[in-house]
């Protein structure tokens, strides 16, 4: 992965500033999202890790609602693209528009060149726009016409999608999948949280009312902060191991790719610095196997059961886990 600059000569946050910072952000985002801290904070340890989110739940549980809270918390630039079957990819990166008045072509850049983008329903649209975002999400910058044009950073995609309806959808391809650096779930909240929800939302909404709490230089420096976090040399071989496993496992038909593991070890890195630490320990990795792994790999037909093939991917990675074994 490519290193950060400093912004404007600034130096990267200590440790206790970052903490202090992803502290702040979380509680925000938390005045909106009740009952799940840890969705919100591997939401933070994707943004911090300069990687993409996939929020992947039944309908009506916040998937949506995450995302707008996350980008509400960030004082930067914010688009929401609402993907639909007649979406096309010059929606989404921008085109070039003759312009009468001088006889030449402009360029005008699509909602893509945000720092924060919400592609929300990401799967309704055709795989011909689903890849508008490949270069993107990968490069961080879009050719169109023979130009590259660079994207500004941060920049971060938050996608989300229904995984239970199949209607009108349009399943995320593997080399897209593998773009996002970690795939979240929601779920349903306790019965007092969602009391907590109703009483929050009785005479307003909580997410109107969210201030940021970050700028964009903030988090640039704050990324910059997470290369920075050591990883002993035994843990980057349990890495290893685990990555070998999926590759190996006569459960599964692909295992996990190179962008995978970055994938997991920067992740680990941010994980370990919005704990308070400046290096990374065992548990870092185990708690983002599967959000990290889990939607990068395919589950052999030999091993398919009735569970969809999300959870499927899931136990087998537990299954994997039990045999890695762990450095003291």
């Known amino acids: 992965m490519r290193r950060l600059e400093p912004v404007s000569g600034q130096e990267a946050p200590t440790t ?3 903490v ?6 979380q509680a925000a985002i938390e005045t909106v999202i009740k009952g799940k ?8 340890v994707g943004l911090i890790a300069g990687g993409h989110l996939l929020i992947e739940d039944v309908p009506g549980v916040g998937k949506t609602t995450l995302a707008h809270a996350m980008a509400r918390a960030l004082r930067c630039n914010f688009q929401r693209i609402q993907f639909t079957s007649d979406l096309l990819p010059s929606d989404v ?3 070039s528009v003759f312009n009468q008045h001088t006889s030449v072509f402009e360029w005008k850049p699509g909602p893509i060149f945000a720092n924060v983008v919400l592609a929300d329903e990401i799967n309704r649209t055709t795989p011909k726009t689903q890849s508008a975002l490949l270069e993107a999400m990968a490069e961080r910058h879009v050719t169109a016409e023979g130009v590259t044009h660079p994207l500004p950073a941060p920049f971060i995609v938050l996608a989300t999608q229904n995984p239970i309806e199949h209607h009108g959808t349009y399943p995320l391809p593997e080399s897209q999948l593998d773009r996002f650096m970690l795939r979240l779930r ?7 949280d969602e009391k907590q929800i109703l009483r929050d939302r009785e005479y307003r909404d909580p997410l109107e009312e969210l201030q940021p709490v970050m700028t964009a230089a903030e988090i640039v420096e704050l990324q910059r902060s997470v290369t920075e976090v050591s990883v002993d040399d035994a843990l980057v071989e349990y890495l290893m191991r685990i990555v070998a496993a999926t590759r190996e496992s006569e459960m599964l038909d692909l295992g996990v790719s190179p962008r995978a593991t970055l994938a997991l070890f920067r992740a680990a890195q941010a994980l370990a610095l919005s704990e308070e630490r400046s290096y990374c320990i065992p548990d870092d990795i185990k708690r983002l196997v599967i959000p990290t792994f889990a ?3 395919l589950v052999s037909t030999r091993f398919s059961s009735s569970l969809r093939r999300s959870e499927e ?7 994997i886990m039990k045999t890695v074994s762990v450095p003291l």
């Open 16 to 18: 206790l500033e970052a």
């Open 20 to 25: 202090e910072k992803i502290n702040r952000l």
């Open 37 to 44: 801290p840890e969705a919100v904070r591997l939401g933070i």
């Open 93 to 95: 990166i921008g085109l």
């Open 186 to 192: 929601i779920g349903y909240p306790s019965t007092e």
């Open 295 to 297: 939607h990068r790999i």
């Open 313 to 319: 991917a899931e136990a087998v990675l537990r299954e």
